[in-house]
């Protein structure tokens, strides 16, 4: 549980790292390119929210409701194409991962421990445990982060 706990503390301080990070970046900046990036800041933030809001959270749901679950590949570059709202406001996007991310982790925080050994099966990873979606999901904002720092630094 030690170890589940650390790692609900470490997505909680993504929120706060990310919050420093959208202070950071000057209007101007969030259309432009940087870095090694090859997107804007802006289409990284989208991402980051869009992975938690449509894949993360709603897997690790299903993984805890049904039994074994089969979970479907997600096609963000498609969604993205077909969705993205480029004049979307960085800071109401950084509330809505907030948001959500802190449902996320009051909800995880009351899982029982065998909740996050519960199985599903993916398409492209093939069999792992909730808890596995969680380090997963934490090392995805952890690149996107990363992403972001860079456009900072360029």
């Known amino acids: ?11 909680e ?20 390119a940087a870095g090694r990036n090859i997107h804007t800041p802006h289409a990284i933030l989208v991402h980051l929210w869009l992975l938690d809001a449509k894949e993360f959270a709603l897997n690790i749901h299903r993984i ?17 194409k077909n969705n993205y709202r480029p004049k979307e406001n960085p800071k ?6 907030a948001a959500l991310r802190k449902l996320e982790i009051n909800w995880l ?6 909740g996050w050994s519960r199985t599903a099966r993916h398409l492209h990873w093939g069999v792992h445990t909730l808890q596995w979606w969680v380090e997963l999901q934490l090392e995805y904002s952890h690149q996107h982060l ?8 360029a």
């Open 1 to 11: 549980m030690a170890y589940r706990e650390e790692l609900l503390l470490s997505m």
């Open 13 to 32: 301080n993504v929120v706060s790292d990310l919050s420093q990070i959208v202070a950071r970046i000057s209007n101007k900046d969030w259309h432009r």
């Open 64 to 80: 805890y409701d049904e039994e074994a679950p089969l979970l479907g590949l997600f096609d963000s570059s498609v969604w993205m």
């Open 92 to 97: 109401v996007i950084l509330q809505e991962f």
């Open 109 to 114: 925080r009351e899982l029982p421990p065998a």
């Open 146 to 153: 990363d992403e972001l720092s860079h456009s900072l630094n």
